[in-house]
């Protein structure tokens, strides 16, 4: 329903009447056609140490207080929805005709929501949420109308100058396009963060105009529109230029991937884990890692994976969306959504594919396999050998060579091995098959027909030969 229908004006009132007085909106803007990154991704779905860049100025706006946020979409708006979904609220603006507009195009959304409005970008990954709650604690406690981030840097990155009076106020914001020789020497730039009133912005968003130069509607204009009107307006100036990066090609990708890896890095030493070399130690951005855990050369830990206390991880590692518990011990390896509990040895050359639960002290060495199986407690998986689809009791001996053969051509089958098993080396073990508790196969058997306990099978295929004492 559009504002122009008279029950929504209505709901509009009330809900600004009931509204909190210090609640703030943000408006994240990433509609502009991001053409210089040649890319059928959209711009801010692009990945910034395993995480889409735009997800980065979702949360930092929520570490600064916001309790609704409004992301403009545009061009490939669609991939951006369907990527996001609830986390946000969505504007959409039809043609990139600035940044004004796109501002201009959230206020349809929230008009009447929020008392304040901190508006940002989505394409400024490393922006930190500190220096975003500062601007907002800034702008709260000095009542200005609008409060805007500047950054210091020699480097003007193609920015908007800050041009200040003679008594240091800044007054006014002037596009590089648009600058004198004198402007572009300005050593003060805008990065595009600001906190404003929103009445305010609401009312003087309509007053923008077409810049000359490139006809789009520039919301830096707003700085001059309120200090001719003399209304309160404050800066708060950063000198860390690297949080002010904007992504609009992939070697800014590249920059940003960087420095945020080197960020994490950082923090994860902080925090009493150790990095034998942290260049070749790559950690996205949602990992966690226990203290006095040491992660060797060339090591990748992806996604939501999380690592306890105590381990020792590569080198050569691959360890993807997985948990892995205290005192594990990871050698060249690849872990794919799968959890390990404590004391867990893995690798050298091990693949754990999706779903793979080892309890404690499970031993995986040479050439292992597991896809989607529970090994149990102490279980001993040595060399060349796939588990798939399958439960392993707790202290069964899985020896070289084992197969599941848990696919029939058709579907897949699982296998049941109960604890305290024997499997000899080479059985293939053709599911569906269950083989009870401290039961044996001899080496080169092919199971095909279940096992009971305290057995021992052997042959092709392999038949009960006889009875096992059972010693429980
Ligand atoms: C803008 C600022 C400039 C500042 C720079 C910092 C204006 C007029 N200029 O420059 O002072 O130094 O950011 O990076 O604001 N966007 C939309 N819709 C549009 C246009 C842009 O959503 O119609 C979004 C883009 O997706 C991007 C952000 O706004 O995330 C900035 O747009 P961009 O074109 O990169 O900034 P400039 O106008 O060059
Ligand atoms: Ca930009």
Redesign the pocket.
């Known amino acids: 329903m559009s504002s122009e229908n008279p029950k929504s004006e209505i709901t509009t009132l009330a809900q600004a009447n009931a509204r909190d007085q210090d609640s703030i909106a943000a408006v994240i803007?990433?509609?502009?056609q991001?053409t210089r990154m040649k890319s059928k991704l959209a711009k801010v779905l692009h990945p910034v140490a395993g995480k889409p860049m735009v997800e980065y100025s979702v949360n930092a706006a929520a570490f600064a207080g916001v309790t609704n946020t409004v992301l403009?979409i545009?061009h490939q708006g669609e991939q951006v929805r369907a990527a996001l979904g609830e986390r946000v609220t969505y504007a959409e603006?039809p043609e990139?005709?600035?940044?004004g507009?796109?501002v201009k195009c959230a206020a349809r959304v929230l008009r009447g929501r929020a008392a304040h409005v901190l508006v940002f970008?989505?394409?400024m990954p490393l922006l930190q949420p500190d220096t975003l709650r500062a601007l907002v604690e800034k702008h709260r406690a000095t009542d200005a109308i609008l409060t805007m981030l500047t950054v210091v840097a020699d480097d003007p990155m193609?920015?908007?100058r800050i041009v200040r009076d003679a008594k240091g106020k800044a007054v006014r914001?002037v596009?590089a396009v648009e600058a004198t020789a004198q402007e572009l020497a300005l050593k003060e730039?805008?990065?595009?963060v600001y906190c404003l009133n929103a009445d305010w912005l609401w009312r003087n968003l309509e007053q923008l105009r077409p810049s000359p130069k490139k006809g789009?509607y520039?919301?830096?204009d707003l700085l001059e529109m309120a200090v001719k009107q003399g209304v309160v307006v404050e800066t708060e100036t950063i000198y860390d230029v690297s949080q002010a990066i904007?992504i609009?090609t992939r070697v800014h990708l590249a920059k940003a991937e960087q420095l945020m890896r080197e960020r994490i890095r950082e923090r994860i030493m902080l925090e009493g884990v150790t990095l034998l070399d942290p260049a070749s130690t790559f950690i996205d951005a949602d990992v966690v890692i226990g203290q006095d855990t040491v992660i060797l050369p060339n090591t990748h830990l992806q996604g939501r994976t999380r690592i306890g206390s105590d381990c020792r991880i590569g080198p050569n590692a691959i360890l993807r969306d997985s948990a892995i518990g205290d005192g594990c011990t990871i050698g060249p390896s690849m872990i794919e959504s799968s959890t390990l509990e404590d004391h867990v040895q893995l690798g050298p050359f091990c693949h754990l594919r999706p779903n793979s639960y080892l309890s404690r002290h499970v031993r995986l060495g040479n050439y292992a396999e597991v896809k989607n199986s529970r090994l149990g407690e102490g279980v001993h998986m040595g060399h060349f050998s796939y588990a798939g689809d399958a439960d392993i009791g707790a202290h069964t001996n899985y020896s070289a060579g084992v197969i599941t053969c848990n696919y029939d051509g058709m579907h897949k089958h699982r296998t049941v091995i109960g604890e305290n098993v024997f499997i000899g080396s080479d059985s293939m073990l053709v599911a569906p098959l269950t083989i009870g508790d401290r039961a044996r196969t001899g080496a080169g058997s092919v199971v095909t027909t279940d096992i009971p306990a305290d057995s021992l099978a052997v042959g092709v295929p392999a038949r009960v030969i006889r009875k096992l004492r059972s010693n429980q």
Do not use: C, K, M, S
């Not at 803007?29 to 502009?32: D, I, K, P």
């Not at 990139?96 to 940044?99: A, M």
């Open positions: 803007l990433a509609a502009g991001g403009v545009g603006q990139p005709r600035g940044t507009d796109a970008y989505g394409d193609g920015f908007g914001i596009e730039l805008n990065p595009g789009e520039y919301l830096t904007g609009n």
